[in-house]
């Protein structure tokens, strides 16, 4: 089974539609990241999380919100997607003691906003 | 904002040749990362280099951090199918405030 799990996998949606993106890992790590990943930008950090309830944001925020609610899991919603939102999402874990703070990504979700 | 360019941004080459890619920065980092992606997958990581100047190898991989720690290379030996993929760049800051830059991403394709 895999350590970060992400669903769904695949999403379209309408422009306007409240969207939530669900991350979930039994790796035990207490930090939690949202990027995403656009062609030619690289990954861009939305938000992320040192522990339950703790919330930071990212290079660009602005659109989203998350939820950070138990250790294993951490959520991403748009409220109103619009279609500059259409990217792939990833999750990712780490624990700062393991092999500088090494990032482990879920599968991604690729979403689409007409 | 920290930016982490990547160069060449799409590289295709023939099975057995040698390339090198290039990650650079005019900020300082305090340790730097080259992950690999494939289609459909997150990225993994394959290394990370913490001293400038630092080399390290992975088989037929050496990543080299520079001596003033803003940029890096990667260098691949005799490429194989089994390289192809988009390569990742991502520099660490710790100067209070702990985040992962990561660069523009290299698209490399290995053609048998």
């Known amino acids: 089974d895999a350590d970060v799990t992400q669903t769904p996998r695949n999403r379209i949606t309408k422009t306007g539609k409240r969207i939530m993106l669900e991350c979930s890992q039994t790796?035990?790590?207490?930090?939690m990241y949202w990027y995403r990943q656009d062609p030619g930008l690289g990954l861009r950090l939305i938000y992320y999380?040192?522990?339950?309830?703790?919330?930071n944001k990212g290079e660009i925020s602005d659109g989203y919100s998350v939820s950070r609610q138990a250790q294993a899991k951490f959520s991403l919603s748009l409220e109103s997607a619009i279609p500059n939102q259409t990217a792939l999402y990833f999750c990712?874990?780490?624990?700062?003691?393991?092999?500088?703070?090494?990032?482990?990504f879920g599968p991604g979700t690729r979403l689409t906003v007409l | 904002t920290q930016l982490l360019e990547q160069s060449p941004q799409f590289l295709s080459i023939q099975e057995g040749e040698n390339l090198t890619v290039y990650c650079n920065s005019s900020?300082?980092?305090?340790?730097l990362q080259w992950y690999r992606q494939e289609p459909g997958e997150g990225p993994v990581l394959l290394v990370t280099?913490?001293?400038?100047?630092e080399v390290k190898k992975l088989k037929r991989l050496t990543f080299q951090f520079g001596d003033a720690r803003k940029d890096s290379s990667l260098h691949i030996t005799a490429a194989q199918p089994g390289d192809t993929g988009l390569y990742l760049c991502?520099?660490?800051?710790?100067?209070?405030?702990?985040?992962?830059?990561f660069g523009t991403g290299t698209r490399l394709t290995i053609i048998p």
């Open positions: 990712a874990t780490s624990n700062p003691q393991i092999h500088y703070n090494e990032q482990f």
């Open positions: 790796k035990g790590h207490d930090r």
């Open positions: 999380s040192f522990d339950v309830k703790d919330i």
């Open positions: 900020s300082v980092f305090s340790s």
């Open positions: 280099v913490v001293t400038g100047g």
């Open positions: 991502a520099g660490w800051t710790n100067f209070g405030n702990e985040k992962l830059t």
